[in-house]
């Protein structure tokens, strides 16, 4: 989808925070976040492009004032409800309980649960399929395709309409923007070498720009 998520190679943003912080999150809450993302994944509720989109459907006022974890909760809540996991009044009543200081977080151990989950996850994050012939070969110049995509992408918008030199193919995996809508199939994926100075007019500090790209997103340069 085309969205205020999309801010690769865009300005106005300030510099980016690289500040070095001790512990993975800083709030235990992102934690909790955190593990109600591996059980929606591994118990196999939603999948990881599934989850990006609902992430990218958050309207963009809400999304650039939410913080990293916040959206996280947004995108897993709003896919529990979508799949009849959590019923949307239940929601809203354990909201306003914690509103109110008046709800607690059940704890529950149960390791073989546990390695199910982590099985699930593995298995969510294998995206390998058996190789089609590809369309592409290493040295061929291609250009990014101009497509404005209402669902999910995986295809930068700082990259559209570019020309780059094919680097490298990777197989066949599964391929996201169908993927996060239900249908499962698979596409050559290829990296795709820029040069940076066609894509920010001189302006990069960099050699080069590689991106991993799949199959649909490119055509041969005429």
């Given at each position: 989808?085309?969205g205020i998520?999309d801010?690769?190679g865009?300005?106005?943003?300030?510099?980016?925070?690289?500040?070095?912080h001790?512990?993975?999150?800083?709030e235990?809450?992102?934690g909790?976040?955190?593990?109600?993302?591996?059980?929606?994944?591994g118990?196999?509720?939603?999948?990881?492009d599934?989850f990006?989109?609902?992430?990218?459907?958050?309207p963009?006022?809400?999304?650039?004032?939410?913080?990293?974890?916040?959206?996280w909760?947004?995108?897993?809540?709003?896919?529990?409800?979508?799949?009849g996991?959590?019923?949307?009044?239940?929601v809203?009543?354990?909201?306003?309980?914690?509103?109110?200081?008046g709800?607690?977080?059940?704890e529950r151990?149960?390791?073989d649960?546990?390695?199910?989950l982590s099985?699930?996850?593995?298995?969510?994050?294998?995206?390998?399929?058996?190789?089609?012939?590809?369309a592409?070969?290493?040295?061929?110049?291609?250009?990014?395709r101009?497509?404005?995509?209402?669902g999910?992408?995986?295809?930068?918008?700082?990259?559209?309409?570019?020309?780059g030199?094919?680097?490298?193919?990777r197989?066949?995996?599964?391929?996201?923007?169908?993927?996060a809508?239900g249908?499962?199939?698979s596409?050559p994926?290829?990296n795709?070498?820029?040069?940076?100075?066609?894509?920010?007019?001189?302006?990069?500090?960099?050699?080069?720009?590689?991106?991993?790209?799949?199959?649909?997103?490119?055509?041969?340069?005429?």
């Amino acid at each position: 989808m085309d969205g205020i998520h999309d801010v690769g190679g865009m300005d106005g943003f300030g510099p980016v925070d690289t500040t070095e912080h001790p512990d993975t999150f800083h709030e235990p809450w992102e934690g909790v976040a955190y593990a109600t993302f591996v059980a929606g994944l591994g118990s196999g509720t939603f999948g990881i492009d599934a989850f990006r989109h609902s992430i990218e459907r958050m309207p963009p006022r809400d999304y650039l004032g939410a913080s990293y974890y916040d959206r996280w909760v947004t995108a897993i809540t709003r896919l529990f409800v979508e799949r009849g996991v959590l019923d949307p009044d239940a929601v809203e009543e354990r909201v306003r309980a914690f509103a109110d200081g008046g709800a607690t977080v059940p704890e529950r151990s149960d390791p073989d649960l546990l390695g199910e989950l982590s099985a699930g996850v593995n298995e969510a994050y294998d995206s390998d399929a058996s190789d089609s012939e590809p369309a592409f070969d290493v040295g061929d110049r291609v250009v990014v395709r101009n497509h404005n995509p209402s669902g999910h992408t995986r295809c930068p918008g700082y990259l559209r309409r570019a020309t780059g030199t094919v680097a490298a193919r990777r197989g066949d995996h599964t391929y996201p923007d169908a993927a996060a809508h239900g249908d499962e199939r698979s596409e050559p994926l290829y990296n795709v070498r820029f040069d940076p100075d066609e894509l920010w007019d001189g302006r990069a500090t960099s050699d080069a720009v590689s991106a991993d790209l799949w199959e649909p997103y490119l055509r041969p340069e005429r």
